[in-house]
């Protein structure tokens, strides 16, 4: 939100809310009702609508500015070739999903297939995770999505991958392309951990 500047600042505080932002609250009361309906959506889904297809999808074209970026600088081949596991265990997924959704008999085993994809699905997100988290903010852990560093920079996907490239400019060609892969490994380990997940090849 570039023209709200006080979106998570320390004056974006319950006053400033109460007597600039949403004084009568109408907004915080349409966002609750918006989520409560996702919730009840969600939770009434014998299989959860997560489609990863078009996480593989949006995953290449991110990957195709960052090439444009990086000019061939750096390889990204890591990263594609990990997309490519994804596309796979997402297809597989998807038509198991449907598959499951299809059948109308109830039992034990139905139920059972349906939890286990469910759980499958909730744990392909957090392959996304590191645990060691985005350097220098390891509170973000996330290395698809989230904020980069350093503001000039107006990307908002493989923020590891983006600070290390604005890093680089500080340090000599060499080392600079070294961080950089070094991210561009961490990222394709991460989307690699989301296909494992996907199969049920992570536990």
């Not at 600042?9 to 006053?15: G, N, P």
């Not at 299809?102 to 759980?119: A, C, H, I, P, Y």
């Not at 392909?124 to 645990?131: H, P, V």
Request: aromatic share 10%.
């Amino acid at each position: 939100m570039p023209d709200f500047p006080v979106y998570h600042t320390a004056f974006d505080s319950y006053d400033w809310m109460v007597n600039y932002g949403d004084p009568l609250f109408h907004r915080h009361v349409a966002i609750t009702g918006v989520w409560g309906l996702v919730a009840l959506h969600l939770a009434d889904d014998a299989v959860l609508p997560l489609n990863y297809l078009s996480y593989v999808t949006q995953l290449q074209v991110y990957t195709n500015v960052l090439s444009n970026m990086l000019e061939d600088s750096v390889s990204l081949h890591p990263i594609t070739a990990s997309i490519q596991e994804l596309a796979t265990a997402a297809k597989e997924e998807e038509e198991e999903a449907k598959k499951l959704r299809e059948q109308e008999t109830l039992g034990n085993l139905l139920v059972l297939k349906k939890r286990t994809l469910n759980d499958r699905l909730m744990f392909a997100e957090r392959g996304f995770l590191d645990a060691e988290g985005l350097k220098g903010r390891q509170w973000f852990k996330h290395l698809i999505y989230g904020p980069c560093r350093y503001h000039e920079s107006k990307l908002v996907f493989f923020p590891g991958i983006v600070d290390a490239i604005a890093e680089s400019r500080r340090m000599n060609k060499k080392e600079g392309q070294a961080a950089i892969q070094h991210e561009v490994w961490r990222v394709a380990r991460a989307i690699q951990r989301a296909a494992f997940a996907l199969r049920g090849e992570l536990t």
